[in-house]
């Protein structure tokens, strides 16, 4: 079983700041099959990024992403007040545990 | 337009029993696999299992096997996930959700809306 670890827990920063969060998995995710999706409170989950690197549809370019292997990274360039939520990371590689790490909250400093 | 329409907020006591539904739209149903996703008050999120209404292939979290049965109707193109005796640990938000594309190893790019589901004696 993979298990995936993020950090921060939390991520404090202001409108317009550079956010930068980190995924790893404690084994190798097979052929890059990482996607980090953005909740926000009383809302399914969105997806951002798949594929460790492209974009889903209609999501701005701010937002990037990054990694293999074990090591994964979610960048959104300059933070708009929408962007604050909780951010997950998941490997979709390897059947029949398609794992979510744990989060992590961008919060408003 | 795909969309994913969840049953309704359910309040069940302990050992009843629950079918919740997620009916899709916008697209050929029997052809993109559906997963559930379990979210407890205030927590993360957890894969439990996922089904190809084709022909019902069924792939279960190894943490929920046993716990929950994940099904299909395909004649009206709903995905359900149901429990034959309930516990208060099962309180939680439950979401359906189909891959982006056809197979089985895809990100998950539509969602529904969730189905609250409370256990309480």
């Known amino acids: 079983e993979i298990v995936l670890t993020q950090s921060p827990g939390t991520l404090s920063l202001s409108p317009g700041e550079r956010a930068t969060l980190s995924c790893r998995a404690s084994?190798?995710?097979?052929?890059?099959?990482l996607a980090w999706y953005q909740q926000k409170p009383g809302q399914a989950p969105r997806l951002l990024i798949y594929?460790?690197?492209s974009r889903a549809t209609g999501i701005p370019d701010r937002f990037s992403g990054s990694g293999s292997g074990t090591d994964f990274t979610l960048t959104i360039t300059r933070l708009e007040p929408e962007d604050f939520a909780v951010y997950y990371c998941?490997?979709?590689?390897?059947?029949?545990?398609?794992?979510f790490g744990p989060g992590t909250k961008v919060d408003i400093k | 337009e795909v969309q994913l329409v969840q049953s309704g907020a359910e309040v069940k006591k302990p050992g009843e029993s629950l079918k919740i539904s997620c009916k899709g739209s916008g697209y050929s149903f029997t052809t993109y696999w559906i997963g559930w996703v379990r979210q407890m008050p205030g927590k993360g999120l957890e894969w439990m299992g996922i089904?190809?209404?084709?022909?019902?292939?069924?792939r279960y979290s190894p943490s929920f096997q046993g716990q929950v049965t994940i099904s299909v109707d395909k004649s009206i193109s709903a995905a359900y996930l149901q429990w034959s005796s309930l516990k208060a640990s099962d309180t939680a938000m439950y979401y359906c959700?189909?891959?982006?594309?056809?197979?089985?190893?895809?990100?998950?790019?539509?969602w529904g809306q969730g189905t609250l589901v409370t256990v309480s004696s």
């Open positions: 594929d460790a690197s």
């Open positions: 959700a189909r891959p982006s594309a056809g197979g089985f190893s895809k990100p998950l790019a539509y």
């Open positions: 998941q490997q979709y590689g390897t059947s029949p545990l398609f794992t």
């Open positions: 084994q190798s995710v097979s052929s890059s099959y």
């Open positions: 089904i190809y209404p084709y022909d019902s292939d069924t």
